[in-house]
């Protein structure tokens, strides 16, 4: 039990509210231990009891006997007229202190970890990259049926999906994926693409949806007010459309044939890199031996180790003709250049990979407007949204 730093709650008082608390809660024939503590700028008790009473009646811990003591709690300390701080009413379980103060603050773990994801989201490519990334910043990550995140110093995981619609698996791929798809572009209809008139047809309707209030309020960019115009639904669809139009896809056969072409392309390229980085690895380590061979060579005394390295190095340089120093400067400019083959190889497989991602989202996309199960899901995700809500209203009561 804790109380506010304004409230000036003594150790006397803390003690005599919670003895109050433990007898109102638990009844007359409960044990109990109570430890009031000032190590803190407020005043708190810890307090145990024994879970069977002196008439061996059992207490039993969980949710609903957790929520009534906080209940009992607020209502002992207003007896008092004292304001409890950490035990906020129908607000789940209990925060620390720590957690309290980020809060007190404007510095809440769900909103330091929004702040942080929705930083990376322009920079990287994929969830993966993201959840590396907030890896790198002190972010610890646990992946499972759902994505979980820690922040340092946080005490326990939360699931990206309790941090909003924006933030759930599902969410957080589109606002990658399709974070630059289609921006400057206006989609279009022509009347001969089944493809294309499907895509239209759903989008007018997710629309509607959207403005209705019938569907997920999934966010585009979070920091605006919801709209049909900052839907995220709406938005994939329409920078989907967007695609089919730049790319000139006309129908799901062109699509599908695509993808089995960038999956051939990817696999070439990705083969292709692996070989170069094997040669460049080869070349690295010729050039570092080279730089040995030269330091060694400029010694006047060697031990015999020394000239055991010396002579495996030059044995490694004779047998890829590397004689002089000139020869060693060319080697030095060729393992460069092969860095920069790299790097400009590995950008090409990503924007491939990419372009795999989108053409294979698409493909699945149509499949679901086809069967009539896009627009289904969106109202199904509501409904159980909507029963959501009501059950923790229920609860809350």
């Known amino acids: 039990m804790s109380f506010a730093d304004e409230e000036n709650v003594s150790p006397e008082l803390a003690l005599k509210i919670a003895k109050a ?75 620390s202190y720590y957690e309290w103060c980020q809060n007190k603050n404007g510095n809440s773990w769900k909103e330091q970890i929004r702040q942080a994801i929705d930083e990376l989201i322009p920079s990287i490519n994929s969830l993966d990259e993201l959840l590396q990334a907030l890896e790198e910043r002190g972010y610890e990550i646990k992946r499972g049926k759902y994505i979980s995140i820690k922040a340092p110093g946080q005490q326990r995981f939360v699931r990206t999906k309790t941090l909003g619609e924006e933030y759930t698996e599902d969410s957080l791929k589109t606002r990658i994926l399709y974070r630059e798809v289609g921006t400057g572009t206006t989609p279009s209809i022509d009347s001969k693409s089944q493809l294309r008139a499907a895509y239209v047809a759903v989008i007018g309707d997710v629309r509607i949806l959207a403005e209705q209030r019938k569907k997920v309020p999934r966010k585009r960019i979070v920091e605006l007010s919801y709209s049909a115009e900052n839907d995220l639904d709406v938005y994939k669809l329409s920078a989907q459309l967007s695609v089919i139009n730049k790319d000139r896809i006309v129908s799901i056969g062109d699509l599908e044939g695509r993808i089995t072409k960038i999956r051939v392309e990817y696999e070439k390229q990705r083969q292709e890199i692996n070989n170069y980085i094997e040669e460049h690895n080869r070349l690295v380590s010729l050039w570092e031996q080279a730089q040995i061979y030269k330091t060694l060579s400029a010694k006047d005394k060697l031990s015999a180790s020394e000239q055991l390295q010396m002579t495996v190095c030059r044995q490694a340089m004779d047998s890829s003709d590397i004689h002089t120093l000139a020869d060693i400067d060319r080697l030095k400019e060729r393992t460069d250049n092969l860095s920069k083959i790299i790097s400009a190889l590995k950008e090409n497989l990503e924007g491939c990979r990419q372009r795999y991602d989108v053409y294979s989202d698409i493909a699945k996309t149509y499949a679901e407007i086809l069967q009539g199960d896009y627009i289904s899901k969106l109202v199904e995700e509501e409904r159980q949204r909507r029963e959501q809500e009501t059950h923790k209203q229920k609860k809350k009561r």
């Open 21 to 95: 608390f433990v007898k109102k809660n638990f009844g007359d024939e409960v044990q109990a231990v109570i430890a009031t503590h000032v190590d803190r700028s407020h005043t708190h008790c810890h307090v145990i009891i024994n879970s069977y009473s002196l008439s061996a009646q059992k207490y039993y811990a969980n949710r609903t006997t957790l929520r009534q003591a906080r209940e009992t709690v607020n209502g002992v300390c207003r007896a008092f007229g004292i304001t409890p701080a950490l035990n906020f009413e129908n607000k789940g379980r209990s925060v």
